[in-house]
């Protein structure tokens, strides 16, 4: 099964059709963009757009290989077609100030493809961004992670440094950054629509104006509609670009009604594959449409079902149960250099193949058919546009009759199955007055129905969610039809090959009794506000029903009742309904609720009492979602017979025991809103909640977790085999001015039964949410061939479906309002070792078989390095360390508030219909151990001397708590800037010093904290037991924010031999999670000491720190440049010659020719080779991407030849370990009047480099080199750096500092002055322009200097005649 196979087997929805996910998106960087201002840079940033979402990255400036990795994160709650179609884009643009942003390319991921992904992720994968109005040409490289994830889904833990471009040695070329290899290969996927048939009337005065819409990835293209035509013809090819490798598969095919006024009316959706389509093209065949069944206007007119009817047309919860016509399609993939989108006009192709079919349909009869008083049956029979319908019939005693032979119905269809509609069966209840309403309707397949020696078949009818008879949780009824299809063939005479179809007739009904043998029930839903239920079962068959006694206040109910129901049934038995068991919750005053129901077939009903009851599973409504069981078995007996042979007794043998319940306490009730926990007992009874026994009220250390201290004996009759075992039913309530019920929780008794093999609960697992429903692979799916696994394979498959089993089984969920334990100031006991237990004579006794608190053992000194001695000896887990208990020392029984079924209107149309129905939570949990003794074996002791011992054994004590905290990974930010500031807190209680609020060492804007802390923290034992860890986000602004919340119960880890075995305690991973999401909210690394006050005095706390943060300095020299190419072009360049070619210019005779001047033209003329000369004005900036500190050189002035001096110096300070070792390097061309020209640029990944100084702790140097530098822009180099570089201590920068450019101190290297070109100077320098202008044109200055001074002498010549002229 392919990845998209796996998440859509994996989008069930939830009540409502909708269900959550959590999209987590890590943006890491780009690479090699395509410059899009004038100076061949862009400012780049990356939009991630998610289901109508979008967030959006910082603004990088002046780069084309930008850093970001910033994490965003999009919390959906969605259809499961909004899923389906879902798509994670990324667009990265060219951010503009005062113009809109420019695209610079982008991406797309199908959200299903992500989530069928191992773990839900894509992680740091680079894909190549494109353009679609650029052409198939690359725009650069983005590199990201993707993790999917629905409730319960918990994401993989990475290592930080997991880095996969490190580079050792000295060779800056190979610390270049460079583009992946991604080889894209274009291709045109190309839908040819030719044309549709029986389309459905969508418009109110018209037909239909159908067109056909393609699309995939971020493409789409649609055909022209053609107007008022239910048989449209198009003949239009649609392409679509497509660039492998893409990270999309489905393609959408829709037929579309257009519409002038508001939105266009999808008619139907058809979906394909484009890996399918790469491997072979589809068609030309036929596809049917299905869609939603039409509202009928009797439906419409109920009031009361109208918003819930909107609701599901809006969250998708309409099933594509109606034909809506075929259109005939083609499907093909086209390799190409150049994809293009667009369309185009063709010619007809030739139609599949068809053949002659003929359908027969028989009905015989329905059964629980819901309709409404005076209203009648009908059923009809569709396939394709060919409809049968049968008489109206009236439902009496549960049932309608129709013995309706329908006629041959003779059709032609393709020769092809699979082009073939699906025959599809609507079941209707109609009014005289008030018109039809459907029921419910059958869907199957042609291979379902194939031949004509079927025999009839009992079918589900699945209900019509949208019909005016239909009832939350109740099915439709059931039809009992034969239907059969095959090829229309002819013997040479003419005679059909298929066998004569024999007349239909009535049966013949035989008198019988049906035995219903009921024994017990099992985990059934809650459907009162207390937690429980107060169950009966009702049996129906054949219009007769029986019901059994109520059982009061009991989820797991025993009856051991015979209900005998007296019904006729056919001669034949294909034609016997099933057998409908349905368990009710008893309301006194209102309708009993619905809690679990099961359909059991004819065959599965025997003559004689079975030798063992099966257990049946119990639906409500979707029979995918099973929740409860029924042990049960089902006897059929002739009426006679029965007669004779009397009912049974199906009570099963007994022996008799004693059940014994040590109660150590109660930990974490959570009281009812607006009230307090005042002194809480529990309650006990085995199956009668009036006859009961309970503890005594304790508030001791504190109300919500007090200490019991208690030992109940049961004396119970067990039955031999465990299949029968009932549950003890618990119920803690609060004593005070009125007793109020706190929680309920059941607890079966077979795992503790002597003689059993059950294993026991383990319900001491940490928090875990509900698992996405119906995340089980698809059956069919999932019958693939498996390949052979090796010894080691196999272990390590077992293991991890061990560890995922346990996950499952996880169910302490997180309540909304959490209030731990309170050991108050002064109220400690002391230390006492408790005395030795024989354990021979512990396990004959009862009350003897219990763990002892753990004596004190042999004060130890930690040695002078414990931080190298854990390192050495201790295991590390990635996960929960209660998963590797395997034998945890107490029974743990969570308690429960609220219901699931039998909530009322109000509360059913504002609850979230994302979430698991109803409002059941875990309020609590008991504490104890639970015993089972054959009543010969025990040795009772008095009640006070069991007590007593218990109380001994379990006596407070007082300890030290040390949680040391290393980091927190994969936080997930409260606030919507992406970004948190976290800092730990914890508690176990509500006294001052048992809690610790480290506000003061908060992690400034990060979602990695690495805290690195240990906390001290008193506790009390048994007692004030849980430790909750939680992380909080600190705001500047209003309150502080809880992140996420792990709790650890003390009194488990303490007395787990586990625990106790290991020498040095285990790391661990655990996950955080919050009452505000089902998702988990990140993790935190950490491990946990429990010492007694004289361990923790002589042993401090070990010292833990986080990899050291050193200083250091790198320092980067800047030597020079050569073959940096111009980008001042004045003279001889291509562009140059271009231009003259342009011009007509074609050889150099002509060239030459027309370069020869007069004496008169060259003095006239203004160029020169000093000024008209190819040049750059070279500098060079360096960045650390992590610090995002920036430094320039000097600028090289008038480099005509590509070479720059500069002899200049970078000093970065650094900290090691440094996440993003990378120094950035750009050559840059210097503009006076506009933004500079980007001429190169590298990025070198140091961190090698880094490593090798953090590791040996001594100086690192690169010699003198050059590198090579390009440009995504242009081809080939675009220059090379003579450089070098040193990474030192701080301390040796300290002893030795060196000044950035040729600042002082110049030293370590000393940096003379550059030795540039006398050529080389800034604009601004007047006296050198001068000198140079003088030398460049002296001639002319020559030259010009006679002419002026001839010109001037001429002019006072002419000023003397005239003026002598005008004085005569």
Known sequence: MDALERAESSAKAGPGGIQQFSVRVCVIECRDLKGKNKNSM??????????????????????????????????????????????????????????????????????????????????????????????????????????????????????????????????????????????????????????????????????????????????????????????????????????????????????????????????????????????????????????????????????????????????????????????????????????????????????????????????????????????????????????????KAEMEAGKVEYYQQFEEKEMEWPKDLAQVPDVIVDVESVSTIMGASRVGYIRLRVEDIAGFARQPEWHTIVPDKTSSVYTEGEVSGFLLMRLCFGLDQKNPDGTPTRPKRHEMLAPKKIPFQVRAHLYQAKELPAADATGTSDPFVLVTYGGRQAKTRVVQKSLYPVWYQTLCLNVSLPEDPLLAPPLIVSIYDHNSVSKNTLIGRVEVPFNQMTRHVANEPRWHELYVGDTDEKEGSLLASFQLLPIMEAAREPVPSIRPPMRPCVVEFQCIGLRGLVPKRLQSVNKPYIQINCGDYRTFKKTTPSAEPTATSPNILEVLHFKLDLPLNQLYAPTLNARVLDSGMTTRLLGTTSIPLAPYIPWTNDEKPQNNLPEKAESIPGAEEDPDLAAESVPELTPEEQRAKEEAERIKAERQRMFDLIPEDVKDANEKVGERLEMSTGEPVDEDESDSKAGGGVRTMPDVPDTKIHGSDPEAEKEKDTPKFQWELEFELKNPPFDEFPLWRGQKFGLSTFSRFFADKSRPMGTRTCVGKIKGNLSVFQAEDAQLVAKEVAQAALRKKYEPRPFVVRAYILRGRQMVPVSSSGKATPYLKLSNGTAKENIIIDKKNKKSKTLKPDFYKCYEIPATIPGNSELAIEVWDANLVGSDELMGRTTIDLETRLLSEEWRSWKEKPIEWRTLWSPASSFPQGKIEMWLEIMTPEEARLNPPKPIQAPSIEGWELRVVIWNTKDVVFKDIKSGSPLKKMAEMEAGIEDDSQLKKSQKKSFCQEMCSCSNDFMNQDKSDIFLTGKMELTKDQQETDVHWRSTNGIGNFNWRFVFPLTLPCHVPRLKLQIWDKNMLSANDSIAEAVLHLGGVFKAAYRTKQNQTIRKQWLVMTHPMYSGPQGQVEMSLDVVSEKYAKATPSGKGQNTPNQDPFLPPPERPETSFPPWAVHKMAKFTYRAYRKRIIFWGIVGIVAIVAVLFLILVLYLSLRR
């Open 42 to 391: 862009s400012d780049p940033v990356c939009y991630v757009r998610c289901c109508g979402q979008s967030q959006h990255t910082t603004i990088e400036k002046k780069t084309l290989s930008p850093y970001w990795e910033q994490m965003f994160f999009f919390n959906l709650k969605i259809t499961k077609d909004e899923f389906l179609d879902g798509k994670i884009q990324f667009q990265v643009y060219n951010a503009n100030t005062f113009t809109r942003n420019e695209l610079i390319g982008s991406f797309e991921f199908d959200m299903t493809r992500v989530y069928g992904e191992d773990d839900h992720e894509l992680y740091r994968k680079w894909v190549g961004l494109y353009n679609a109005d650029l052409g198939s040409e690359l725009q650069g490289y983005l590199r990201c992670s993707i993790v999917v994830l629905g409730p319960g889904d918990v994401p993989a833990n990475h290592e930080d440094d997991d880095d996969d471009e490190e580079v050792e040695g000295e060779d800056l070329q190979k610390m270049v950054l460079l583009p992946p290899q991604i080889e894209r290969i274009g291709y045109e996927l190309k839908v040819r629509a030719y044309r549709a048939e029986k389309l459905p009337k969508t418009d109110t005065f018209g037909k239909t104006d159908a067109y056909v819409l393609a699309q995939f990835a971020s493409e789409s293209m649609k055909t022209d509609y053609k107007k008022e035509n239910f048989d449209p013809i198009w003949n239009t090819e649609l392409r679509l670009p497509v660039y492998v490798p893409t990270m999309s598969d489905r393609i959408a095919v829709r037929v579309v009604d257009y519409d002038k006024v508001g939105d266009d009316e999808p008619i139907a959706t058809m979906n394909f594959r484009w890996s399918s389509i790469l491997t072979d093209h589809f068609g030309p065949a036929w596809v049917n449409l299905y869609g939603a069944y039409p509202i009928s206007m009797r439906d419409r007119a109920q009031i009361s079902k109208l918003v819930s009817m909107i609701a599901r047309i809006k969250n998708g919860d309409m099933p594509t149960s109606c034909y809506k016509g075929r259109v005939l399609l083609t499907l093909l993939a086209e390799q190409t250099d150049e994809p293009k989108l667009g369309s185009d006009q063709i010619a007809p192709c030739e139609e599949p193949e068809t053949a002659k079919y003929v359908l027969w349909a028989d009905l015989f009869m329905a059964t629980e058919v819901p309709v409404k008083t005076l209203d009648k049956v009908r059923v009809s029979v569709k396939m394709g546009h060919h409809e049968l319908k049968s008489k």
